[in-house]
């Protein structure tokens, strides 16, 4: 199947601080990215949908000022959260969907686990 | 999207198959069932999906019954590299493709 890379992987950044994570899809053209949090011992939760030069979508709770997500090409977005503080320390995982992909072709990143100090 | 039921834990024998049920009544006609699987600290991964015939692929089988309220994913063989929190998803296929993941099933394959 298809490759989708998040850098990095682990990332330990300061309250207040704002840290930026890259969802990348290698070997294929990502028309739509999804991103989603998973807290320990729960399930993943959908945070937005971007597709490419477009504003993302935020799903009702998720606050698009705090977690700003860009998908400027076809092969990456980014997600910047904002003045982290402790709460926001989870998983972060990224998905992606080529043009062409038929109903079940989303492709999930590694995750980036976000640890806020 | 129809809401779906899973057991919360499930243990397996190493070499044995095993049988994952979930439970979704309230499927809509237009549904697809879909299983992914997360195995510790990585991305879900695609199992196998299907909308009311039985499926199978390198990975698993599905098998859904006729009333379409329940199904249930069938590892043939299970290794402790199968150990994982596996979830079974309904979804419309034609809609935009987000996924909404429950609670899952904590899979356990012991030697």
């Known amino acids: 199947g298809a490759v989708v890379s998040q850098h990095p992987s682990r990332v330990i950044c300061k309250s207040g601080t704002s840290v930026k994570i890259e969802c990348r899809s290698l070997?294929?053209?990502?028309?739509?990215m999804f991103w989603y949090r998973q807290f320990p011992k729960q399930s993943l939760m959908l945070m937005a949908t971007?597709?490419?030069?477009?504003?993302?979508?935020?799903e009702q709770g998720v606050e698009k000022d705090k977690f700003l997500i860009n998908h400027a090409s076809l092969t990456l977005s980014t997600l910047t959260v904002t003045s982290a503080h402790p709460e926001d320390s989870s998983f972060y995982i990224c998905?992606?969907?080529?043009?062409?992909?038929?109903?079940?072709?989303?492709?999930f990143g590694p995750g980036t686990r976000l640890t806020v100090t | 999207d129809a809401k779906t039921t899973q057991p919360p834990s499930m243990d397996c024998a190493e070499g044995r198959a095993a049988n994952l049920p979930c439970n979704h009544s309230?499927?809509?006609?237009?549904?697809?069932v879909y299983w992914y699987r997360q195995i510790h600290s990585q991305g879900p991964q695609y199992i196998i999906h299907?909308?009311?015939n039985n499926e199978t692929n390198e990975m698993a089988s599905l098998i859904i019954t006729e009333d379409r309220k329940s199904s249930t994913l069938i590892l043939p063989h299970a290794t402790l590299r199968d150990t994982a929190v596996y979830y079974c998803?309904?979804?419309?296929?034609?809609?935009?493709?987000?996924?909404?993941f429950g609670a899952g099933t904590t899979v356990t394959v012991r030697a």
């Open positions: 998905s992606a969907r080529g043009r062409l992909a038929v109903s079940y072709e989303q492709y």
């Open positions: 309230t499927i809509s006609g237009n549904e697809y």
């Open positions: 998803i309904v979804r419309v296929s034609s809609n935009d493709y987000k996924l909404s």
């Open positions: 299907g909308l009311k």
């Open positions: 971007s597709n490419e030069g477009s504003k993302a979508t935020y």
């Open positions: 070997d294929f053209q990502a028309t739509t």
